[in-house]
């Protein structure tokens, strides 16, 4: 029953913006901590930036600076805005929750997102 629905994604220029949007829905208990994910053509997923129920928010050194992740709790969703795009920054953005939910009648302690494109070109 739970999901998560990224949307936002899309394709721009160099030096461009996006917001970066993710809601989560259905049997949810409780959610700790919500995060971005990425990835990039031939390469591993990776962390982009997470966020606790308290607002902490922790974002890796490729994208400080110009990323920033912030969520409404009252919503259950999780943001991404990203500025000064560069090509590198081109994958699909997975959202992730991590906290308890249902799914099918049996607990899960995590829950991903089917991901969204971002594509940053001349």
């Known amino acids: 029953q739970v999901q998560l629905v990224e949307s936002g994604g899309g394709s721009v220029q160099p030096g461009g913006s996006l917001r970066l949007s993710c809601a989560a829905s259905?049997?949810?208990?409780?959610?700790?901590?919500m995060g971005w994910y990425r990835q990039a053509p031939g390469k591993q997923r990776e962390l982009v930036a997470h966020?606790?129920?308290?607002?902490?928010?922790n974002v890796v050194d490729s994208v400080l600076g110009r990323f920033t992740i912030s969520r409404d709790n009252a919503k259950n969703t999780v943001y991404l805005q990203m500025n000064s795009l560069k090509p590198e920054d081109t994958a699909v953005y997975y959202c992730?929750?991590?906290?308890?939910?249902?799914?099918?009648?049996?607990?899960?302690?995590?829950?991903w997102g089917q991901g969204t494109l971002v594509t940053v070109s001349s």
């Open positions: 992730k929750a991590d906290g308890l939910f249902e799914n099918a009648g049996r607990r899960r302690f995590e829950v």
């Open positions: 966020i606790t129920s308290g607002g902490n928010t």
């Open positions: 259905g049997s949810i208990i409780s959610i700790n901590v």
